[in-house]
């Protein structure tokens, strides 16, 4: 695997399911990001992870929880989500949080019913 | 982060030079201008970055004025798969705690 990949690419919740989104990246950087881009929408950052530890919660609701087991693997807990955060959820990951320099993998369509 | 301006939609006819332009008036000293752009359901893709200076890789050009308050991405043969939306930003840190990607200027190549 090259890049940054995203597990699952599809997920159909209901609003009551736990699910996890699952990001790797396999290019030795140190900081790794959790973006949403809602329809029609730009896109939103939503957490910031660098050498593990978190940096940035962009007022983000408690019902998504981040996981940064370490600077490779980054997590998204999801739990008693709502329609309207059926969106493209994204992962970058970049050298270091003071470059913009980003690498984004594919994303994780996931539709809330 | 620099607030930037980009037009929201462009064309450019295949095999033509796209030029995409973006305002950064308020950028400071230490920021960069970089370039992503996202084709349709697709992560965002890093194109090209710079500070003073033009820059020129492979995908791209960079020109960015001597003031420094705009800049033009330059696509100098575009194709089809060129179609996309374009990203400009402008700055340092991504610790913003905010949005640091705006609505772009969807670029439309047509044959």
């Known amino acids: 695997e090259t890049g940054v990949t995203q597990t699952p690419r599809h997920l159909v919740m209901g609003m009551t399911n736990k699910k996890s989104l699952k990001c790797e990246q396999h290019?030795?950087?140190?900081?790794m990001y959790w973006y949403k881009q809602s329809a029609k929408k730009p896109l939103e950052l939503m957490f910031v992870?660098?050498?593990?530890?978190?940096?940035e919660n962009n007022s983000v609701p408690s019902r998504f929880s981040p996981e940064c087991p370490n600077s490779s693997h980054l997590f998204l807990h999801l739990h008693t989500l709502q329609p309207e955060d059926s969106a493209l959820y994204l992962c970058?990951?970049?050298?270091?949080?003071?470059?913009?320099?980003?690498?984004f993998g594919p994303g994780t369509r996931l539709t809330v019913t | 982060d620099a607030k930037t301006t980009q037009p929201p939609s462009m064309d450019c006819a295949e095999g033509r030079a796209a030029n995409l332009p973006c305002n950064h008036s308020?950028?400071?000293?230490?920021?960069?201008v970089y370039w992503y752009r996202q084709i349709h359901s697709q992560g965002p893709q890093y194109i090209i970055h710079?500070?003073?200076n033009n820059e020129t890789n492979e995908m791209a050009s960079l020109i960015i004025t001597e003031d420094r308050k705009s800049s033009t991405l330059i696509l100098p043969h575009a194709t089809l798969r060129d179609t996309a939306v374009y990203y400009c930003?402008?700055?340092?840190?991504?610790?913003?705690?905010?949005?640091?990607f705006g609505d772009g200027t969807t670029l439309t190549v047509k044959p």
């Open positions: 290019l030795g950087h140190n900081a």
């Open positions: 930003i402008a700055g340092r840190n991504t610790n913003a705690g905010k949005s640091t």
């Open positions: 970058a990951s970049s050298q270091g949080t003071g470059a913009y320099e980003q690498y």
């Open positions: 308020t950028i400071s000293g230490n920021e960069y």
């Open positions: 992870y660098n050498f593990k530890e978190q940096t």
């Open positions: 710079g500070l003073k």
